[in-house]
Nanobody, 123 residues
């Protein structure tokens, strides 16, 4: 069982930066690959970024590549999403999620989810 709690969301102007954190409970955090997704009202949850259990492999949605960076520290049971050069279209609720296996892009493949943190980017 893994419990996830996101933090770090807020209101920022376009071009600004935010760093989201996801704190995990449980001693098996290092055995899970982690992902960040985002969702806006009326739309499906969208893949943003993922990182392997050891942190050696990462992947990003094309829309955030070069602007967002996912990282993790297994000793701290934490995964981060550094978001730079934010755009109004990045406005969404951001979720972190954990999975043991499966397609990294599909939210259905993730086993555990946080409650989400709101990110709002003003133009």
């Amino acid at each position: 069982q893994v419990q996830l709690v996101e933090s770090g969301g807020g209101l920022v102007q376009a071009g600004g930066s935010l760093r989201l954190s996801c704190a995990a409970s449980g001693r098996t955090f290092s055995s899970y690959a982690m992902g960040w997704f985002r969702q806006t009202p009326g739309k499906e949850r969208e893949f943003v970024a993922a990182i392997s259990w050891g942190g050696g492999n990462t992947d990003y949605a094309d829309s955030v590549k070069g602007r967002f960076t996912i990282s993790r520290d297994n000793a701290k049971n934490t995964v981060w999403l550094q978001m730079n050069s934010l755009k109004p279209e990045d406005t969404a609720v951001y979720y972190c999620a954990a999975r043991r296996r499966g397609n990294i892009y599909s939210p259905n493949e993730y086993d555990y989810w946080g409650q989400g943190t709101q990110v709002t980017v003003s133009s």
